[in-house]
């Protein structure tokens, strides 16, 4: 007598429980409207407005509080001509340039160490993640205190080693300020490239090494042309990733100098500060602010061409 | 593991990896050390003699109770928490229905949608904080948390709907197929099916856009001005240097107990934070 329970088969269409919203949302395509309107509205309202609001900034001379009239491209002009926009255009670029390579060398060296067995791998992986998880500005105080001119645990440490004899001013001295920022860059952004290469080496099945093993190839080769080739498309898009985000820096230059000493590590994203909230030059800001979209732009062609290029694939 | 001898063993595995990770977790060590010792052995030069920097025979917790007594910290950490979870929940709702979208539904446009979102993603916030803060102050939210809680989702919302795009895939679409022949609307396949199976995805997302939302710093300093306003990573890089003096037992006590809940959360979803930072990069 098991059977009774079974309910005896209803027709799907037209069935009296289901009203005019449900009969709408069975469509695919009301549904998806439904499901993507939160996400349209809130990105539409917060990152297109801006975007376009930047750009119409870009053309006039407002301020805070003050509308502003069209000037044409003249705040590009000035920004053009403007000697401290240059000097920020360099340091960017070095900035950039320096710390995506290192953080791509050394990621990749830590990802292959991390690759092995050995014991207390999970805790080791879980400990390396830190410097990305912890907030970035909290953190930066600690290398801002390690790098302080008169109490620098660094310099005592090279002292004892007897690697320096007097004072290293890290922050404070011009030459010297960018490469430390670029270091603490560095060592923030290096385990994502670990952990994410990490990810990439996993999926390489250990029989393609044995492989290459059987036919003679010593290590070196077998990263060579085994591991890396394969490996090159996580980091294409790992090193992409970072390049905007590297580019666009500012909180760590912010905490570490601000952009001194007298804008030797003065980045895109701490001038259009300084200009478009310190001194209040909406319009300035904006435009210098802008800088950063060329690069962006083409990110997003080259990440557009390569996914649409390994799809067909 | 290595094959070959010891010393290489050594040489190419134990040395490295050790190196790398004292490098990477010295700055944290500095931090504790510094937060329990006292005044009197933090002014110290360099170069002073009988000095050891790594170790303090005398631990205080005086900059922690200075900290907790007298500054504005555990506002700011109520802040922080307030706003880093609402953002969170905001992002998820709109992430999981957005990725629901666009990975199980045909519409017309879903690729370029698709796209559009993604490019969302790349976007820094460098490029929009000036407008931004200008939109803000007509809309009348400055310096309430209104504004990080509406702005944060602009960079949560691509992330989530990205790594649950790629959770939804996952799931095979017979599931829901079944659930549909047996009478379920589309509706309820996708809240009553879908969702439940994919909460590892949601909480991966979550975990990831909670600790994005508590370290964000460039939005919180533009939009937020009065102390009592202000979220942990602002409030302690800018109200705890009084004029030009830094109290360095202080700020690494605020440094360190503003970084414990993302550690707490990291600590126990490890291996979720894992996949969703190695998930926000593939494709």
Redesign the interface.
Known sequence: MTFTTVAAPRAYVGSPRRGPLTRLLEDERWLAMLLLLPTVALLGLFIAYPFVKGVMLSVTDARVGVPGHFVGLQNFVNVWNDGIFRVAVWNTCAYTFVATVFKLALGLWLAVLLNRHFRGKAITRAFILLPFIIPTVLSTLAWKWMFDPTFSVINWGLFRLGVIHGRINWLGDPNLALISVIIVNIWRGLPFYAITLLAGLQTISPELHEAAAIDGARAWQRFRHVTWPLLLPVTLVVTLFSVIQTFADFQLVYVLTGGGPANATQLFATYAYQIGIGTGLLSQGATISLAVFPVLLLVVIFQLFYIRKAEVH | ??EGAIWRRWAF?YV??TS??V???F??Y??VI?TVRPDGE??????SVN?N?FWTWHPTLDHIRDLLTQTLFTTWMLNTMIIALSATV?SL???L??G???SR????F?GS?G?V????Y??????????????I?NFRLGDSPWALI??Y??FL??FC?WLMMGYFKSIPKELEECARID?A???KAMLFIIFPIAVPGILSAGIFAF?LS??E??YA??FLSSPEQKT???G??SELIRGDV?Y?GQ??A??LL??IP??FV??FF?EH??AS??GS???
């Open positions: 593991m290595i595995f490295p990896l790398f990770i490098l990477l977790l700055p944290f500095w931090m510094t933090l002014y110290r030069p360099w170069n000095y920097p905001i709702f709109c992430g229905l957005a629901y979208a666009l539904l045909k519409f017309p879903a949608l796209t979102i993604f490019i969302t790349l976007v820094p916030q460098t490029l929009l904080f000036i407008p931004l803060a200008d939109i102050r509406l702005t989702p602009t919302i691509p709907t009478g609307t589309r509706w600790t508590w370290n710093f460039l300093l533009v942990v990573p602002v302690v890089t830094f360095w700020l690494m605020g440094a503003g970084s993302v550690a990291y600590s490890v934070y894992v930072v190695t990069v593939k494709g």
